[in-house]
């Protein structure tokens, strides 16, 4: 499967911001999905992850747990990261990726990646 991010951008702190993650190649709704990101001379981390079929089954990270909101919608082949609240902290290139599995798990590895997009706050 391929996937492509979009959505990032420049933003004051306090704003918001949508990346949407849009995938192509193979039945989307089979897979589960996540957001990592990774900072300037960091270590790419965790955001948020949904299971396949999206329902109630949503994970989050604590560090953006109540700011951020991920959703994925199988007809149009997309997740997407809604973003509020944003802080100087959150500036990172978000990637997509996604599991070979319905239902995700913290310890799973990704199948496949996406290219990135660059959101940058700003305070």
């Known amino acids: 499967v391929q996937l492509q991010a979009s959505g990032g951008g420049l933003v004051q702190a306090g704003g918001s911001l949508r990346l949407s993650c849009a995938a192509s190649?193979?039945?989307?709704?089979?897979?589960?999905m996540a957001w990592f990101r990774q900072a300037p001379g960091k270590e790419r981390e965790y955001v948020a992850a949904?299971?396949?079929?999206?329902?109630?089954?949503?994970y989050y990270a604590n560090s953006i747990l109540g700011r951020f909101a991920i959703s994925k919608d199988n007809s149009r082949n997309t997740m997407y990261l809604q973003m509020n609240t944003l802080k100087p902290e959150d500036t990172a290139v978000y990637y997509c990726?996604?599991?070979?599995?319905?239902?995700?798990?913290?310890?799973?590895?990704?199948?496949?990646w996406g290219q990135g997009t660059l959101v940058t706050v700003s305070s």
């Open positions: 990726a996604a599991y070979d599995i319905p239902y995700y798990y913290s310890t799973a590895r990704p199948a496949y």
């Open positions: 949904i299971d396949a079929w999206s329902g109630p089954n949503r």
């Open positions: 190649g193979r039945t989307f709704s089979n897979y589960s």
